[in-house]
C-alpha cells in the first residue's frame, strides 16, 4: 500500500487507464467498466478497478501537472507494478490542422518542465511512447473512424502562460501543449513498463475555441474507447 494510494496487493490491475480528473476517472469506470470496486479515496483521487472483455483494467485520478501526476504514477509501478499505462486526458491544440475534439496520440513529450533536468543533471531526456500501444491506438482509431493525429506535444509546467510562448513549440512541429506526458514516459522508461497518451483537443489555442468542464468530464468517449481497445489488447 502506497501513501496516496490505499489498495491492497492485488485491488490494481497491471493496466491502468490515467485520467487527470477524478471525477472523470469514476465515469469512465462505470460507463464501460463491469463488477466495478473503488480501490483509491484518498485526497478523493478516486481510482477504480473492473472488467471489459474479461480483462482487469483500472482507471486512477492523477491530478493534473507533472508531479501530482508524478506520485501516482510512482506508487503504481513500484508498489502496484502496473505495467501498462495508458493517460487519457485534454491537451490544447498549437497546429491549425488540428479540430477541437480530435484525438491525439503523443509520440514523445518536449518538457518546459525542471523535473527530468534534475534527473539527469542539466542533460535531456527524450520521453517517447511505447511503440506497440501507440500503433495498436492508431489502428484502433482509424476502424472506429476518428480523426486523429500522432506526433509530438510539450508537458509544460504552466497552465496560464504567455499567449506568444506556444509558437515557438509549433514552429518545430509539436501538436499541443498538456502537462504529464514527460513524466509518463519517463518514468515507464524508468520501471520498464509500456506507456501511452491518447489526448482529446479540449482547447485550440490557436484559434481560441474550448470545451467546457462538463464536456471535458463526461463527454469525451472516443479517446476513451480507443484506449480501452489497446488496454485489453495488453492486459
Not at 542539466?122 to 520521453?127: K, L, N, Q, R, Y
Request: overall charge neutral; charged content about 20%; aromatic content about 8%.
Amino acid at each position: 500500500m502506497g501513501i496516496h494510494i490505499a489498495a491492497s496487493p492485488g485491488d490494481i490491475a497491471p493496466t491502468v487507464l490515467l485520467p487527470g480528473d477524478p471525477l472523470r476517472a469514476k465515469f469512465l469506470a462505470e460507463r464501460y467498466l463491469t463488477d466495478v470496486r473503488c480501490h483509491n479515496e484518498v485526497r478523493n483521487m478516486l481510482g477504480h478497478t473492473g472488467t471489459r472483455d474479461g480483462k482487469r483494467v483500472s482507471v486512477q485520478g492523477t491530478g493534473m501537472g507533472a508531479p501530482s501526476f508524478s506520485i501516482y504514477v510512482n506508487e503504481l509501478l513500484r508498489d502496484h507494478r502496473a505495467s501498462t499505462l495508458i493517460r487519457v486526458g485534454t491537451c490544447g491544440a498549437i497546429q491549425p490542422r488540428i479540430g477541437l475534439r480530435d484525438v491525439i496520440l503523443a509520440t514523445g513529450a518536449s518538457t518546459s518542465s525542471g523535473m527530468n533536468r534534475h534527473r539527469f543533471q542539466g542533460m535531456d531526456f527524450a520521453p517517447t511512447a511505447d511503440f506497440h500501444l501507440l500503433r495498436a491506438a492508431h489502428d484502433a482509431a482509424e476502424r472506429k473512424g476518428v480523426r486523429v493525429h500522432a506526433g509530438p506535444v510539450l508537458s509544460s509546467d504552466f497552465f496560464y502562460d504567455d499567449p506568444a510562448d506556444w509558437q515557438r513549440w509549433a514552429a518545430y512541429g509539436v501538436l499541443a501543449i498538456e502537462m504529464e506526458c514527460a513524466e509518463l514516459y519517463t518514468l515507464a522508461a524508468r520501471f520498464g513498463a509500456r506507456a501511452l497518451a491518447v489526448l482529446t483537443v479540449s482547447d485550440h489555442i490557436v484559434d481560441g475555441g474550448h470545451t467546457t468542464a462538463q464536456e471535458r468530464e463526461t463527454s469525451f468517449t472516443r479517446m476513451a474507447e480507443i484506449a480501452l481497445e489497446v488496454a485489453t489488447s495488453f492486459a
